[in-house]
């Protein structure tokens, strides 16, 4: 993703990196642009203070507000995003993991209701003005194509690994509907 950010990164953007993790992506774009507001969400806290701690070794701390929640759970409905940056957990749940305790949240997509993208995505529309930069895995046999009729999706890159395909999507309210 980071090297689709420099492409995408608009002067004055206002970004959330949500499942900001070690801050990387909230990191590259608050350093593309000198006007960009950028706000980090992660639902595990000690990711965020990991995040905080690397915006202060490259001196972005300033740029960037790191808030632990899950989703858009502590934005304002009000507030709407030119750019949202979604890197989603997608391993599946084990039996050995507990359903609600934010480390498993934090590395797993969920089932059902509970799915990370699928509430993302059903939720995201009222945080957008722009569009949507998200990793995708064939792990998480997530299908687009019920989205279509809500968003334009657009294949920015695919790598294949021996056990999974990392997909990149741009993503935008579709002009159309």
Known sequence: MADYLKYEIRSKDI???IGTGCGIQAIIAATLKED???????????ACKCAKTNAVLNNVNEKIEFISAALFQPLL??????LIIFNPPYLPLTKYQKKNDWISLSWTQGIGKNDVVANFLSKCHKYLKGRILMILSTLSH?????W??????EKLSESAFFFEKIILVKITK???L
């Open 36 to 46: 960009v507001q950028v706000i980090a969400t992660d639902i595990n806290p000690i």
């Open 174 to 176: 579709d002009p159309k």
């Open 77 to 82: 409905k009000k507030k709407r995003f030119s």
């Open 148 to 153: 279509e009729h809500t968003y334009s999706i």
């Open 142 to 146: 997530f299908d687009v194509k019920k």
């Open 15 to 17: 970004i959330l990196d």
